[in-house]
């Protein structure tokens, strides 16, 4: 017997052939069973991805899909999802195994999936042994599915949704299958519910920013050193520049002494201020922003621009005053007008009686032309203070300026402050209320006048101008009120219009008059424009327009 035989023979008596053969089947099933674990890890895995890369469903669905389908032989997964107690189909793959259409809601009455959602257990279903009626039957009928994995979604122990794996084919699952699949499940249901939150995060966070960009005040945020670090669309308009990086208090040109002791921006508590911007008047309100250590990080700044409610207020409290002086001189007027008609009638009758060359005819005719003066004094505080009656027609500026002299030019002699006048003669008209023009005189001789006390000259003049001038084809009537008082300071000069604001010593100016002023002359369609130096003094032009012919 060769040698070769030999071997052969002896391989056979012992067995050693033999178990090569089941050596080797089973290192093709270990194998096998290791390709499909690692099909299952990769499955996972991709669920896992498709979350960190913004991955869509049905892409995941897809993958998911091609993966199981080397191992297990599926023909359709499809997804549903579980919210405000409705079970709507939202997603399947392949499409073209679609039945019920994309935005199905199932019926609670005889549904498999509902059965599953409300067990929260896992179903397998089979065609062949169902004798029982469910809606999805129809579709599996359809389809050709003969065999489904029904498995509920769970996320913090309430069902989200579910996943159905269907098959032509009596599928036979053992327990690491099962497993397999719930683990599967699980982690779509923490995918989806992270979606959920990413979304629900990512649409509060463009809801805030919409709405922060949106306001219509100016907003901020800055550090801690009040450096921006965001602006809305409102700062972005009023400055006209990139604001991300520069300072709160030195773009709002806030002094740093101030900002520096906690006026503006306070770990403690949030600060409401005002502060005068190129010629407005806003509000400063700073709120810290707390991180979960209750440590401030960041302040949110809101700036409302209150110019108009403080000419309104300024407007009601003018009124106010010029109401009590109009209730104040109607009272005047009540109790002097007898007394004033005994005087002038007496008088008229008493200067019958003397011819002209008499003495006595010339003390009478000075009791006359006091009392009538006295009257039209009376007459001229009424009119002026009827601030109820807003009606525009055609007045003259220069007869404004003599009724406000007729009442208070007294005062101006008592001081020693000379008035000189240059009224431009045969002057048109403007369109306005005389009695809200005469208010811009008189607060304009006022602010005069206290620059003239402030001011230790011999010789205190204001001059009042009218005239009329031609810009851009336009015509306009001017009245220009000159002193050679104090001035104003070059940094004051942009304030000086904005309500409550004032350089007078307390109790001499509440700095209502030039914001009044002002409100009253745009009203009628002008302005005021001013010309100062300090030190020497001022010029203030009341511009309006000529009527409309």
């Not at 050193?225 to 520069?246: C, P, V």
Request: some cysteine; glycine content about 4%; aromatic content about 10%.
């Amino acid at each position: 017997m060769l040698l070769k035989d030999r071997e052969e023979m002896i391989s056979k008596l012992t067995g050693v052939q033999s178990s090569k053969k089941s050596y080797y089947n089973e290192l093709k099933v270990m194998v096998e069973e290791l390709k499909k674990k690692n099909m299952q890890l990769e499955v996972i895995n991709e669920v896992n991805r498709s979350f960190n890369i913004d991955m869509s469903i049905d892409e995941m669905l897809k993958n998911i899909f091609e993966k199981l389908k080397v191992f297990f032989p599926l023909e359709r997964i499809s997804l549903s999802l579980y919210e405000h107690d409705k079970l709507t189909l939202t997603n399947v793959y392949p499409p073209n195994s679609l039945y019920f259409p994309i935005g199905f809601v199932f019926p609670k009455k005889d549904s498999l999936y509902w059965q599953a959602i409300e067990s929260s257990q896992k179903i397998f279903y089979q065609m062949n042994n169902d004798l029982h009626y469910f809606i999805e039957k129809k579709a599996y009928q359809s389809l050709g599915i003969q065999s489904a994995l029904v498995i509920p979604l769970v996320s913090k122990e309430a069902a989200i949704g579910l996943l159905s794996i269907g098959s032509k084919k009596i599928n036979h699952f053992d327990e690491s299958d099962l497993a397999f699949f719930q683990q599967l499940s699980d982690q779509i249901a923490v995918c989806i519910e992270n979606v959920r939150l990413y979304h629900k995060v990512l649409t509060a966070k463009k809801e805030w920013e919409e709405t922060f960009r949106a306001v219509s005040d100016m907003m901020f945020i800055t550090d801690l050193e009040g450096n921006i670090l965001k602006s809305n669309d409102s700062a972005k308009e009023y400055f006209k520049t990139d604001l991300i990086g520069q300072n709160i208090h030195k773009l709002l040109e806030i002094d740093k002494k101030e900002a520096t002791q906690e006026k503006y921006l306070s770990v403690k508590e949030n600060i409401i201020d005002e502060f005068h911007l190129k010629n407005h008047v806003f509000e400063f309100r700073s709120f810290p922003i707390f991180n979960r250590s209750h440590e401030v990080y960041s302040y949110i700044i809101y700036i409302i621009d209150i110019t108009e409610k403080r000419k309104m207020e300024a407007q009601l409290i003018q009124s106010g005053k010029l109401a009590a002086i109009g209730e104040m001189a109607a009272g005047i007027a009540h109790e002097l007008n007898s007394p004033l008609t005994a005087i002038l009638g007496n008088s008229q009758l008493l200067l019958r009686s003397f011819k002209q060359d008499d003495r006595s005819y010339k003390l009478l005719s000075d009791i006359y032309l006091c009392g009538k003066r006295c009257k039209s004094i009376i007459q001229n505080l009424l009119t002026f203070s009827r601030q109820d009656e807003y009606v525009f027609e055609e007045c003259s500026i220069n007869e404004a300026v003599e009724q406000v002299l007729g009442i208070f030019s007294d005062q101006f002699k008592q001081q020693n402050i000379i008035i000189q006048q240059e009224l431009a003669e045969h002057i048109d008209h403007v369109k306005g209320n005389i009695q809200q023009i005469g208010q811009i005189i008189l607060n304009l001789l006022i602010n005069a006048k206290d620059a003239l006390e402030e001011k230790n000259i011999p010789k205190k003049i204001i001059k009042i101008e009218t005239k009329e001038i031609i810009e851009d084809n336009k015509k306009w009537i001017t009245l220009s009120i000159t002193d050679n008082g104090i001035g104003i300071q070059n940094q004051h000069l942009q304030e000086i219009f904005n309500p409550f604001f004032t350089t007078k010593s307390p109790g001499k100016g509440t700095g209502l008059g030039l914001s009044v002023s002002l409100g009253i002359a745009e009203t009628h369609g002008g302005t005021i424009v001013v010309n100062s130096k300090y030190g020497e003094g001022s010029e203030f032009i009341l511009k309006l327009p000529v009527r409309h012919e």
